[in-house]
């Protein structure tokens, strides 16, 4: 009894590691790339091919970012609150205007393909209007994040439930279920990994887009930083600035990778539902 137990252990600690061994040597090309390319940045302005004034070397950088992080740090958190504001919102509003352009064919006809080339618009020809109806307060700036966040989770959505096969629907009607039912339960759990596709393509420029924002026209936050940082042509506090964005998007996109993975379970489950058998 005690052996089996011991083995049935065994058995699920095998796949885990095995699992976690796969993902290392997966992302261990990424991390040697990452390494040698910063290796050779270094030794290129070290040895002066490059201006320091042009391109600051990652070993300043760093300086520079652990230096002032105290004053860093405040703008980091303004930023951070406009882009996980506007980002949930930005969901939230893209899934339902893409629900609602879905259910109306007059709608959809008449307003997707302004939607679609809405997510051609440059942020910077339309940031003044917002600053004029919105001011420099953190609330505009959630606005803009919200707004240009929007545009390719609504898009998503619709192609979404536009490629849901219809034998779904024919399958749970002839079950008994609304069609409200059949949206909410069915249509959109089989669109769900579309969506995700569009909420990764916002998650991606979120928090650049409220830096973006910022830049033209705030009080606080990591583009008035980049723009100090400009001004004063102190080149690795751009740089710092900069990694700083990098990084908390990394952070938001592992984050919805996380979330797709806790309430879709695998995508490779979806692609191969025989895999585990």
Same mark, same amino acid.
């Given at each position: 009894? *005690?052996?089996?137990?011991?083995?049935? @252990?065994? #058995?699920?600690?095998? +796949? !885990?590691?095995?699992?976690?061994?796969?993902?290392? $040597?997966?992302?261990?090309?990424?991390?040697?790339?990452?390494?040698?390319?910063?290796?050779?940045?270094?030794?290129?302005?070290?040895?002066?091919?490059?201006?320091?004034?042009?391109?600051?070397?990652?070993?300043?950088?760093?300086?520079?970012?652990?230096?002032?992080?105290?004053?860093?740090?405040?703008?980091?958190?303004?930023?951070l609150?406009?882009?996980?504001v506007?980002?949930?919102?930005a969901?939230?509003?893209?899934?339902?205007?893409?629900?609602?352009?879905?259910?109306?064919?007059?709608?959809? *006809?008449?307003?997707?393909?302004?939607? @679609?080339? #809405?997510?051609?618009? +440059? !942020?910077?020809?339309?940031?003044?209007?917002?600053? $004029?109806?919105?001011?420099?307060?953190?609330?505009?700036?959630?606005?803009?994040v919200?707004?240009?966040?929007l545009?390719?989770?609504?898009?998503?959505?619709?192609?979404?439930?536009?490629?849901?096969?219809?034998?779904?629907?024919?399958?749970?009607?002839?079950?008994?279920?609304?069609?409200?039912?059949?949206?909410?339960?069915?249509?959109?759990?089989?669109?769900?990994?579309?969506?995700?596709?569009?909420?990764?393509?916002?998650?991606?420029?979120?928090?650049?887009?409220?830096?973006?924002?910022?830049?033209?026209?705030?009080?606080?936050?990591?583009?008035?930083?980049?723009?100090?940082?400009?001004?004063?042509?102190?080149?690795?506090?751009?740089?710092?600035?900069?990694?700083?964005?990098?990084?908390?998007?990394?952070i938001?996109?592992?984050?919805?990778?996380?979330?797709e993975?806790?309430?879709?379970?695998?995508?490779?489950?979806?692609?191969?539902?025989?895999?585990?058998?």
């Open positions: 009894m *005690a052996q089996s137990h011991v083995q049935q @252990s065994q #058995a699920g600690q095998w +796949p !885990l590691s095995h699992k976690l061994k796969s993902v290392c $040597i997966k992302r261990l090309p990424t991390v040697i790339t990452v390494v040698l390319l910063l290796f050779v940045w270094e030794a290129w302005v070290r040895l002066g091919h490059v201006p320091s004034t042009m391109i600051a070397a990652p070993s300043e950088i760093a300086q520079a970012t652990v230096e002032t992080w105290p004053t860093l740090w405040p703008a980091t958190k303004v930023t609150l406009e882009g996980s506007g980002f949930l919102l969901v939230a509003c893209g899934i339902l205007i893409g629900i609602l352009l879905y259910c109306s064919r007059i709608a959809n *006809a008449a307003l997707f393909p302004l939607l @679609s080339a #809405a997510q051609t618009m +440059p !942020l910077i020809s339309i940031a003044p209007l917002f600053l $004029i109806w919105f001011g420099f307060e953190v609330s505009g700036k959630i606005v803009i919200t707004v240009f966040g545009f390719p989770i609504a898009v998503q959505t619709i192609r979404g439930l536009e490629a849901v096969p219809q034998f779904y629907s024919d399958v749970a009607l002839t079950c008994g279920a609304t069609r409200t039912w059949t949206l909410w339960h069915v249509k959109l759990r089989v669109a769900a990994r579309q969506i995700y596709g569009g909420i990764r393509v916002s998650a991606a420029y979120i928090f650049a887009t409220a830096a973006t924002a910022e830049y033209l026209g705030a009080r606080k936050g990591l583009g008035i930083w980049l723009q100090a940082a400009y001004n004063s042509f102190r080149t690795p506090l751009i740089f710092s600035a900069t990694l700083v964005i990098i990084v908390i998007t990394g938001l996109m592992c984050l919805v990778n996380l979330s993975r806790l309430l879709l379970g695998p995508a490779d489950a979806d692609a191969d539902p025989d895999a585990d058998q």
